[in-house]
């Protein structure tokens, strides 16, 4: 199994799948060779929007389809997957404009870290809407009681934003595998 394939499984992707305008014969020897779980062969652009229609229809609600490509013929396709990510460095304009993620070079381990980088950024942004909430929170409280004054107030306010940018920054600094 490939390592990337490996590493996406082990992030808790249930199904790797392949959709591929190649020959059975080569997009089952690739597949082989990757370790991923499915491949569907021959496919013209239409059928490939077809079958990501299919898989989102058997998926559960819970999770999300992801779809890597870089043709123009994967444009449709990345456009209607739950997240489109292409491949930019040789990518076609048409892929590129499709998607919400481009990776600017075609190192398929890229697709690795992209997710590390959502998931940190995505827990980051939690934890500061979190923090900066309860603290609004307990100063609301605090001014309606009489303990806080106006001062104190924006004080807090511009403290928890400093606060929320510096942990902010922590996703500059997210492991890259």
């Given at each position: 199994?490939d390592?990337?394939?490996?590493?996406?499984?082990?992030?808790?992707m249930?199904?790797i799948?392949m959709?591929?305008?190649?020959s059975?014969?080569i997009g089952e020897k690739v597949?082989r060779?990757l370790?991923i779980?499915n491949v569907?062969?021959?496919l013209?652009?239409?059928?490939k929007?077809?079958?990501?229609?299919e898989l989102?229809?058997?998926?559960?609600?819970?999770?999300?389809l992801i779809?890597?490509?870089?043709g123009i013929n994967?444009?449709p396709?990345l456009?209607?997957?739950?997240?489109?990510?292409a491949?930019?460095?040789l990518g076609?304009?048409a892929?590129?404009?499709?998607a919400?993620?481009?990776?600017?070079t075609d190192?398929p381990s890229?697709?690795?870290?992209?997710?590390?980088?959502?998931?940190?950024?995505?827990?980051?942004a939690?934890?500061?809407?979190?923090?900066?909430l309860?603290?609004?929170?307990i100063?609301?409280?605090m001014?309606?009681?009489g303990?806080?004054t106006?001062?104190?107030?924006?004080?807090a306010?511009?403290?928890?934003?400093?606060?929320?940018i510096l942990?902010?920054m922590?996703?500059?600094?997210?492991?890259k595998?």
């Amino acid at each position: 199994m490939d390592n990337r394939i490996k590493k996406l499984k082990e992030m808790g992707m249930e199904k790797i799948v392949m959709l591929t305008g190649d020959s059975k014969l080569i997009g089952e020897k690739v597949a082989r060779q990757l370790g991923i779980d499915n491949v569907y062969s021959e496919l013209l652009p239409s059928e490939k929007v077809d079958k990501i229609e299919e898989l989102l229809n058997k998926s559960p609600k819970s999770g999300n389809l992801i779809f890597v490509g870089d043709g123009i013929n994967d444009a449709p396709v990345l456009a209607r997957a739950d997240i489109g990510m292409a491949m930019g460095a040789l990518g076609s304009d048409a892929a590129i404009e499709a998607a919400d993620i481009v990776i600017m070079t075609d190192e398929p381990s890229k697709v690795v870290t992209a997710i590390n980088i959502a998931k940190r950024t995505l827990l980051i942004a939690k934890q500061n809407i979190v923090f900066a909430l309860g603290v609004k929170l307990i100063v609301l409280i605090m001014g309606a009681l009489g303990y806080a004054t106006m001062w104190e107030a924006v004080f807090a306010d511009v403290g928890v934003s400093v606060i929320a940018i510096l942990n902010a920054m922590r996703a500059l600094n997210t492991k890259k595998y």
